[in-house]
């Protein structure tokens, strides 16, 4: 009796690489940061492309770095511009090349919506310690008191995330005279002042490992920004003392403008942030194709090092328009393209063909949750793409009342965003990959 699906097994080669027919090793539209690690597949350090050493963006952010004694500064943008990467290519240089060079974790520190000075000041002495510990050998690492308390410290943050309560019982990983050392620590027992110490104490080993300092990079804080940008400045408020702590860069990633709503307001904050944010731009078109065609030669394959690109120019100047050059969103839904394809399918896909599958994947994507009239009401916002209650009611005749109710429904499912507040007026958006139905909307 042959096993279950033999014939398919001997039908089908499984391979783990969706990308190899077409020459790569990876895929060249992935939408994570680039990493610092020279051994991931799209180092930084090769696949960084724009905002160049002309740019006022790179010039403000080396300036930054170049102020001595540490310093705090905000990038923003829109989601999706390559905010991340920036930061990313930016700590690479600085412990890379600099003299003396600037020490930085591999990985941001990613802030999270529940987070208060507690938590940030805990995570900053898990990402000093952790990069510090890279620099020693294991036996070291396991036997330094200062590593061994913060490690038990941090691990209360991550008990604390899964709801154990009251006492923690946290066991440290340094051996000592042939002993496990533990620490018994109580919820709420490390003050405010204590951690401050703990992150002093491991910037003095910064130090004295001979960097000039290090570079703390915290995406995510439009989390905490979510209906209300006043409790992210409450959080920047709250954790002003432990910012000022000296010879560490924090770099922080936000979203468009929030410089201006949240730290601009508080002078207290605002004395101690770097002069202006940088504000980062979409790539333009041509730096878009450059990207691209770099991450072809990286990923390219064999002796040749030939490829076949999966998708042409055209279809990238189509999404580039349609997508407001947003990098992210570009290369996310040529990976979507691909992931559909057939394996027999080893061509560059005509860009008809594309927009077509592109424009029938959103729309079986919206079907799948949506009732007959809801898609109605959709259909006309992302005809409109900018749009308020009364428009959207004058457009199809229905009561302002149900136009909430759908609002509210498109808003739950993310197909629409709220853009701006303007007197008494609230203006939406759709959400980007909706776009991609317009040519159908004007049918």
């Known amino acids: 009796m042959s096993p279950p699906h033999g014939n398919l097994l001997m039908e089908q080669k499984l391979t783990q690489n969706l990308w190899e027919r077409f020459g790569f090793a990876d895929n060249p539209f992935d939408t994570r940061a680039l990493s610092l690690s020279s051994n991931s597949t799209l180092p930084v350090e090769e696949a960084f492309v724009g905002r160049g050493q002309k740019s006022p963006e790179w010039t403000l952010m080396t300036n930054f770095f170049r102020n001595p004694g540490g310093g705090r ?54 990402a000093l310690a952790g990069r510090i510990g890279l620099t020693m050998d294991a036996k070291d690492r396991q036997r330094d008191p200062l590593l061994i308390e913060v490690n038990a410290l941090t691990g209360v943050l991550v008990t604390e995330a899964f709801g154990v309560s009251g006492g923690l019982q946290v066991l440290g990983t340094g051996v000592s005279g042939g002993r496990t050392r533990s620490t018994s620590i109580q919820k709420g027992e490390i003050t405010p002042e204590a951690m401050r110490g703990y992150i002093g104490k491991l910037m003095d080993r910064v130090m004295n490992l001979k960097y000039a300092g290090a570079v703390l990079h915290l995406d995510n804080l439009e989390l905490l920004a979510r209906n209300n940008p006043a409790r992210l400045a409450r959080f920047f408020d709250d954790i002003r003392d432990c910012l000022q702590t000296p010879q560490i860069y924090f770099v922080f990633v936000g979203y468009m403008g929030m410089f201006q709503e949240v730290i601009v307001p508080i002078e207290r904050v605002r004395s101690i942030f770097f002069g202006h ?85 959103t729309k079986e994507k919206v079907r799948s949750f949506l009732s007959e009239t809801e898609q ?68």
């Not at 943008?77 to 905010?83: A, E, L, P, R, Y």
């Not at 507040?421 to 049918?443: C, F, N």
Request: zero cysteines.
């Open 277 to 361: 944010p940088v504000s980062l731009p979409p790539l333009s078109r041509e730096e878009v194709h450059l990207a691209i065609k770099k991450r072809y030669e990286i990923l390219a394959t064999g002796k040749a090092r030939k490829w076949i690109a999966p998708v042409d120019d055209a279809l990238v100047d189509y999404l580039y328009d349609i997508f407001a050059g947003k990098i992210r969103f570009i290369m996310d839904e040529i990976t979507t393209l691909v992931a559909k394809l057939p394996d027999a399918v080893t061509s560059t896909l005509e860009t008809d063909a594309a927009k077509e599958m592109l424009s029938q994947l």
């Open 376 to 443: 109605q009401v959709l259909f006309e916002a992302i005809r409109q793409k900018r749009f308020t209650n009364s428009s959207l009611g004058e457009a199809t005749g229905k009561s302002k009342q149900n136009i909430t109710k759908y609002i509210n429904q498109f808003t739950k499912y993310n197909l629409v965003i709220l853009a701006e507040r303007k007197g008494r007026s609230t203006w939406y958006e759709i959400a980007p990959d909706l776009a991609l139905m317009q040519m159908d909307s004007k049918r």
């Open 73 to 126: 500064i905000i990038v923003e943008g829109n989601v999706g511009v390559g905010k991340t990467t920036f930061v990313n290519y930016h700590r690479h240089r600085w412990q890379t090349h600099a003299k003396p060079a600037l020490l930085t974790p591999a990985s941001e520190i990613s802030v999270q919506s529940d987070w208060g000075a507690r938590e940030f000041m805990l995570s900053v002495m898990a």
